[in-house]
């Protein structure tokens, strides 16, 4: 059967609008599959910056599609400090705070304080739905504790995602180990279910690289309309290899990388190619020699001082690089 040329350009218009609308993505872990992030980390506050975590506090958004009308669960993998995943310093004495927000002032677009990127607590904004202390506790090593149920209208709605926004903050509030967890949003307790439609971001990421040489590490910031450029800032990167920047126009810019316990920022350019897209940020590893448990933390902002998100499930899908072509008439 053949389609009509105005039935195939309605069906390409549709295809694009999926791509590319933040509400049909299918994205619940975090760190995301196509991130290839092992685990989140937050040190306890009184831990060294030299360690990999320059604030000891995480905060993720997760978004909740406006037909989704079901109760789901806010999952933390791991989330006691000791045992298999968890990093020590000398004992485990490490107690982590983790918290659940909705409710009005959660939304970080229309309140840019509960993004959490200035040095006051004004990110715990919102209505507290649910919170717990962890420590040394083997009950929750390697296993789930499941926040909830949450019904969506307890989140703060955002019109332009058309979805409700819960937060979640993790704080390290005494010790100095590192605590290593994921997350996942689920419709079920006890099983992880996906919630189609739904996604997670920050606006910095502080995350454990693998201890092996081989992997590469992504995250996806999404590049809004009226950017031209971005300003990126790792921290204790270790100098443990190289980072890159692919995009659909970018075959994979190298940015300046910061030693331990150390800073580095740079201005990227964006191009008109790359608006309403993700980035994809790849941490390849050092491979002369294994740098272990390497911890760093990102963030963006574009030319205006504004924070960019990085979305678990990319905006758009994973960019690939796509190279002009450029045809010349042959001369004679």
Known sequence: MKLGSRVKKLIALLMLAMAFSPGLVHGQAVPGKDENIPF???FGKFGETSWGDDDFVSIFFFTIPKDFN???YIKVFDPDCGGQHDEIQGVFDTKTLFSVYGGKGV???KNVESRGLKDTD???QG???ASKVFGNEPTYDNRYYAFGPFNPTEGDYNEKWRSYIFKIVCEGISGDDGNLYRYFLSSD??????IEGANAFTYEYTFRMWNDNKSISHIYPYVDTGIVSIKQRNFDWDDDGIILVVSTYKQGLPVPVSN??????SVIPIEAAEIGKSLDFQFHKKKEFLVRNNNVVIALENQRGDALQFFSSPIGGVPVYQPVISVRKKTK
């Open 40 to 42: 989140l980390v937050t």
């Open 70 to 72: 079901r109760q789901f």
């Open 107 to 109: 939304d970080p677009d």
């Open 122 to 124: 004004n990110y715990k």
């Open 127 to 129: 209505n507290l739905l």
């Open 189 to 194: 307790k006890n099983n992880d279910i996906p």
């Open 260 to 265: 331990e316990n150390d800073t580095v920022e």
